[in-house]
């Protein structure tokens, strides 16, 4: 399945945040600092992958598709239905954990900005849009 890494790469995350923010919010205050810095570096990473996305979005409507942010990010361009049922079962779970958590560590909240870059990555690399439209050029009269 073309985008297997990033959807791995999106399911490990939300993994990885469920490990220490579940067991926080259950009362294991002793891993306040760890569940505290695993949310800041997932949200850092977060910013990674955005830029990633925002970086192939680019290049591809440079070379002529016709991306928007709905597109890209929301029904992703007509990539794989595997590919997306997997990417907004990842966000809507990192919200979940995000939302159970958010009272014991507020820094939680900011976590799911990674799964959806991860949709948005996924989007600009697998997704097919259709080609700009050509305009006219219009020139002003001398």
């Known amino acids: 399945m073309p985008g297997k890494g990033i959807v791995v790469a999106s399911w490990l995350s939300v993994a990885v945040f469920a490990a220490t923010a579940i067991p926080l919010a259950a009362g294991a205050e002793t891993i306040k600092v760890l569940a505290v810095t695993v949310a800041l570096v997932l949200f850092f990473l977060s910013l990674l992958v955005w830029s990633a996305a925002f970086v ?65 990555l996924a989007g600009a690399r697998y997704g097919s849009f259709p080609p700009k439209p050509n305009k006219a050029i219009r020139t002003k009269p001398r």
């Open 56 to 120: 192939v979005a680019v290049q591809r409507s440079a070379r002529g598709d016709d991306i928007v942010v709905a597109s890209l990010f929301f029904t992703m361009g007509g990539a794989a239905l595997v590919l997306r049922k997997n990417l907004w079962a990842a966000l809507l779970t990192s919200l979940v954990v995000a939302a159970v958590s958010a009272s014991t560590d507020p820094f939680g909240v900011m976590v799911p900005m990674l799964t959806l870059g991860f949709l948005g």
